[in-house]
Protein backbone atom coordinates (compact mmCIF):
# COMPACT_ATOMS: atom_id res chain seq x y z
CA UNK A 1 0.00 0.00 0.00
CA UNK A 2 0.85 3.52 -0.42
CA UNK A 3 0.62 5.41 2.67
CA UNK A 4 -2.13 4.00 5.29
CA UNK A 5 -3.72 0.36 4.45
CA UNK A 6 -7.79 0.59 4.00
CA UNK A 7 -9.52 0.67 7.47
CA UNK A 8 -11.16 -2.72 7.72
CA UNK A 9 -14.55 -3.25 6.88
CA UNK A 10 -17.10 -4.42 9.23
CA UNK A 11 -17.94 -7.19 6.88
CA UNK A 12 -13.51 -8.23 7.46
CA UNK A 13 -13.84 -7.72 11.05
CA UNK A 14 -13.67 -11.54 13.25
CA UNK A 15 -17.14 -12.07 14.32
CA UNK A 16 -15.89 -11.73 17.79
CA UNK A 17 -14.53 -8.14 17.07
CA UNK A 18 -18.19 -7.49 15.54
CA UNK A 19 -19.76 -8.75 18.90
CA UNK A 20 -17.55 -6.98 21.50
CA UNK A 21 -18.07 -3.60 19.75
CA UNK A 22 -21.59 -2.29 19.79
CA UNK A 23 -20.32 0.98 18.78
CA UNK A 24 -21.88 2.88 15.93
CA UNK A 25 -20.40 6.42 14.43
CA UNK A 26 -20.09 8.98 11.91
CA UNK A 27 -16.15 9.26 10.70
CA UNK A 28 -14.28 10.74 13.60
CA UNK A 29 -16.84 12.49 14.85
CA UNK A 30 -19.93 11.27 16.82
CA UNK A 31 -20.10 7.75 18.25
CA UNK A 32 -22.57 5.69 20.08
CA UNK A 33 -22.78 2.89 22.43
CA UNK A 34 -25.77 1.13 22.97
CA UNK A 35 -26.69 -0.68 26.23
CA UNK A 36 -26.57 -4.66 25.67
CA UNK A 37 -29.54 -6.49 25.30
CA UNK A 38 -32.52 -6.93 27.18
CA UNK A 39 -34.81 -9.28 28.68
CA UNK A 40 -38.06 -8.36 30.84
CA UNK A 41 -41.33 -9.50 31.67
CA UNK A 42 -44.75 -7.81 30.08
CA UNK A 43 -45.76 -5.51 31.82
CA UNK A 44 -43.00 -4.21 34.12
CA UNK A 45 -41.22 -1.10 33.78
CA UNK A 46 -37.64 -1.27 31.95
CA UNK A 47 -35.45 0.95 33.09
CA UNK A 48 -32.11 1.69 31.76
CA UNK A 49 -29.28 3.67 32.75
CA UNK A 50 -27.02 5.00 30.00
CA UNK A 51 -28.82 3.13 27.42
CA UNK A 52 -27.00 5.00 25.14
CA UNK A 53 -23.24 7.12 25.54
CA UNK A 54 -21.41 9.13 23.14
CA UNK A 55 -18.66 10.27 22.32
CA UNK A 56 -17.94 13.54 19.99
CA UNK A 57 -14.33 13.38 18.48
CA UNK A 58 -14.01 16.88 16.77
CA UNK A 59 -12.06 18.00 19.33
CA UNK A 60 -11.26 20.95 18.61
CA UNK A 61 -14.70 22.25 19.65
CA UNK A 62 -15.61 22.22 22.96
CA UNK A 63 -19.56 22.30 24.06
CA UNK A 64 -20.35 25.86 24.22
CA UNK A 65 -18.17 27.36 21.32
CA UNK A 66 -20.01 25.70 18.28
CA UNK A 67 -21.07 22.12 19.12
CA UNK A 68 -24.02 22.93 20.12
CA UNK A 69 -26.23 20.21 21.95
CA UNK A 70 -27.13 17.10 21.62
CA UNK A 71 -30.35 15.36 21.62
CA UNK A 72 -31.34 11.85 21.28
CA UNK A 73 -34.41 9.19 20.52
CA UNK A 74 -35.33 6.30 21.29
CA UNK A 75 -37.94 3.85 19.10
CA UNK A 76 -38.75 1.38 21.70
CA UNK A 77 -39.71 -0.76 18.54
CA UNK A 78 -43.58 -1.79 19.38
CA UNK A 79 -45.60 1.17 17.78
CA UNK A 80 -45.69 3.83 21.24
CA UNK A 81 -44.48 6.98 20.95
CA UNK A 82 -41.14 7.80 20.16
CA UNK A 83 -39.15 8.95 23.47
CA UNK A 84 -36.52 12.22 22.63
CA UNK A 85 -34.96 14.50 24.83
CA UNK A 86 -31.41 16.45 25.24
CA UNK A 87 -28.52 14.05 26.24
CA UNK A 88 -26.65 14.94 29.21
CA UNK A 89 -22.97 16.10 28.82
CA UNK A 90 -20.43 14.17 30.75
CA UNK A 91 -17.90 15.46 30.26
CA UNK A 92 -17.17 18.95 27.59
CA UNK A 93 -14.94 17.94 24.82
CA UNK A 94 -11.10 20.20 24.28
CA UNK A 95 -8.68 20.05 21.71
CA UNK A 96 -7.48 16.50 23.43
CA UNK A 97 -10.43 15.03 25.40
CA UNK A 98 -13.59 14.33 23.15
CA UNK A 99 -16.53 15.50 24.38
CA UNK A 100 -18.61 12.48 26.22
CA UNK A 101 -22.51 12.15 27.44
CA UNK A 102 -25.47 9.92 27.26
CA UNK A 103 -29.00 9.51 28.32
CA UNK A 104 -31.39 7.05 29.97
CA UNK A 105 -34.40 4.92 28.43
CA UNK A 106 -37.57 3.97 30.39
CA UNK A 107 -40.24 2.23 28.85
CA UNK A 108 -43.33 -0.79 29.86
CA UNK A 109 -43.86 -2.99 26.87
CA UNK A 110 -47.75 -3.77 27.17
CA UNK A 111 -47.12 -7.54 25.29
CA UNK A 112 -44.81 -10.70 24.96
CA UNK A 113 -42.38 -10.51 22.20
CA UNK A 114 -39.07 -9.67 20.56
CA UNK A 115 -38.78 -6.39 19.81
CA UNK A 116 -35.55 -3.92 18.27
CA UNK A 117 -34.61 -0.72 19.66
CA UNK A 118 -33.41 1.94 17.71
CA UNK A 119 -31.68 4.40 19.19
CA UNK A 120 -29.85 7.68 17.78
CA UNK A 121 -27.86 10.61 18.82
CA UNK A 122 -27.58 13.66 16.89
CA UNK A 123 -26.23 17.43 16.39
CA UNK A 124 -27.23 20.14 14.04
CA UNK A 125 -23.48 20.09 13.19
CA UNK A 126 -22.23 16.81 13.02
CA UNK A 127 -25.85 14.78 11.90
CA UNK A 128 -27.25 11.49 13.51
CA UNK A 129 -25.90 7.98 14.27
CA UNK A 130 -27.87 5.26 15.39
CA UNK A 131 -27.38 1.76 16.71
CA UNK A 132 -29.82 -0.92 17.72
CA UNK A 133 -30.21 -3.38 20.89
CA UNK A 134 -32.99 -6.32 21.16
CA UNK A 135 -35.21 -6.42 24.05
CA UNK A 136 -36.89 -9.83 24.55
CA UNK A 137 -40.31 -9.75 26.61
CA UNK A 138 -42.02 -12.90 28.12
CA UNK A 139 -45.11 -13.90 28.70
CA UNK A 140 -46.69 -13.49 32.32
CA UNK A 141 -49.64 -15.58 33.25
CA UNK A 142 -52.92 -13.77 33.62
CA UNK A 143 -54.14 -13.50 36.70
CA UNK A 144 -58.14 -13.92 37.59
CA UNK A 145 -59.96 -12.93 40.73
CA UNK A 146 -63.45 -14.30 41.09
CA UNK A 147 -66.37 -13.42 43.48
CA UNK A 148 -66.35 -14.71 46.82
CA UNK A 149 -68.53 -18.12 47.28
CA UNK A 150 -72.60 -16.98 47.73
CA UNK A 151 -75.52 -18.37 49.72
CA UNK A 152 -78.98 -18.58 48.02
CA UNK A 153 -82.26 -20.26 48.93
CA UNK A 154 -83.34 -23.44 46.79
CA UNK A 155 -85.31 -22.08 44.01
CA UNK A 156 -83.49 -18.46 44.15
CA UNK A 157 -82.59 -16.67 41.58
CA UNK A 158 -78.58 -16.40 41.83
CA UNK A 159 -77.42 -12.79 40.38
CA UNK A 160 -73.92 -11.90 40.19
CA UNK A 161 -72.42 -8.91 39.45
CA UNK A 162 -68.94 -8.79 38.45
CA UNK A 163 -68.60 -12.64 38.37
CA UNK A 164 -64.74 -12.33 38.02
CA UNK A 165 -61.75 -10.14 36.44
CA UNK A 166 -58.50 -11.04 34.98
CA UNK A 167 -55.72 -8.63 34.33
CA UNK A 168 -53.44 -9.65 31.69
CA UNK A 169 -50.03 -7.36 31.95
Not at 22 to 42: K, N, P
Not at 160 to 166: K, L
Request: aromatic share 6%; no cysteine; charged share 15%.
Amino acid sequence: YVGEPPAATPAAQSPASQAASMDAEIGEGLSLTVASDQVIDEGALLSITDIGTFTDFTGAVPLGQGAGSYTFTIDWGDGTAVDSGMATVDLPGSEETPTAGSFDGVHTYADNGSYTVTITISNDELGAVSDTLNVTVNNVTPELTVAPDQVIDEGGLLSITDIGQFTDP
